[in-house]
Nanobody
Framework: VQLQASGGGLVQPGGSLRLSCTFS????????MGWYRQDPGKQRELVAP???????KYGDSVKGRFTISLDNAANRVYLQMNNLKSDDTSRYLC?????????WGQGTQVTVSS
């Protein structure tokens, strides 16, 4: 399974971005998927996971601002990010967990700066 992440970029504080993660195969049998973020030298932080049934969770720092969603027909996972803050600057990595096998995308950089 290959994952392709896109949608990152430079945005001003308070702005919005939508990240996409496209799976090369159907996500029907992917148990959970979602987004982490990681900066060089720092631990990976779980941003938002979603199960194949659509159950979601959010990291405390993004609750109320980020929304994760699925498009099963397109084999895609989205992360809508609103009211972005400078602390959200990071490389965002998408992943999929299929019965214990974890697959990673290459990541997309999000930079929040005025």
């Amino acid at each position: 399974v290959q994952l392709q992440a896109s949608g990152g970029g430079l945005v001003q504080p308070g702005g919005s971005l939508r990240l996409s993660c496209t799976f090369s195969r159907t996500i029907f049998n992917v148990n959970s998927m979602g987004w982490y973020r990681q900066d060089p030298g720092k631990q990976r932080e779980l941003v938002a996971p979603i199960t194949h049934l659509g159950d979601t969770k959010y990291g405390d720092s993004v609750k109320g601002r980020f929304t994760i969603s699925l498009d099963n027909a397109a084999n895609r996972v989205y992360l809508q990010m609103n009211n972005l803050k400078s602390d959200d600057t990071s490389r965002y990595l998408c992943y999929g967990n299929r019965q214990g096998d974890v697959y990673w995308g290459q990541g997309t950089q999000v930079t929040v700066s005025s």
